[in-house]
């Protein structure tokens, strides 16, 4: 599977972005798509998930501000980022897991939360 991410860019506090993430297979054919986030010395991790059959995750830290959503026409799946905030600012990475448990990665994007 191969994914092409979109998105990101230098925004200031409370503002918001959105990132998408094109697939190149049916989507409905992945267990789940996501974005994960790694900043500057961190570790990788989830920021948002949905499954083939819509069910969502979020991490703590973006519950009630980034919203998760996709196009299946598109197989295409959006993050809305809303309220940023500096320790939003991370490389942002798109990611897709078969049933089969092949996990694939798109580019990074970044997104940096400045004032």
């Known amino acids: 599977v191969q994914l092409q991410a979109f998105g990101g860019g230098l925004m200031q506090p409370g503002g918001y972005l959105r990132l998408s993430c094109a697939a190149s297979?049916?989507?409905?054919?992945?267990?789940?798509m996501g974005w994960y986030r790694q900043a500057p010395g961190k570790a990788r991790e989830l920021v948002a998930n949905?499954?083939?059959?819509?069910?969502?995750n979020y991490a703590d830290s973006v519950l009630g501000r980034f919203t998760i959503f996709r196009d299946i026409a598109r197989n295409t799946v959006y993050l809305r980022l809303n309220n940023l905030k500096p320790e939003d600012t991370a490389v942002y990475y798109c990611?897709?897991?078969?049933?089969?448990?092949?996990?694939?990665w798109g580019q990074g994007t970044q997104v940096t939360v400045s004032s």
């Open positions: 990611n897709a897991k078969s049933f089969n448990g092949q996990e694939s």
């Open positions: 949905i499954s083939s059959g819509a069910s969502i």
């Open positions: 297979v049916n989507i409905f054919s992945l267990q789940y």
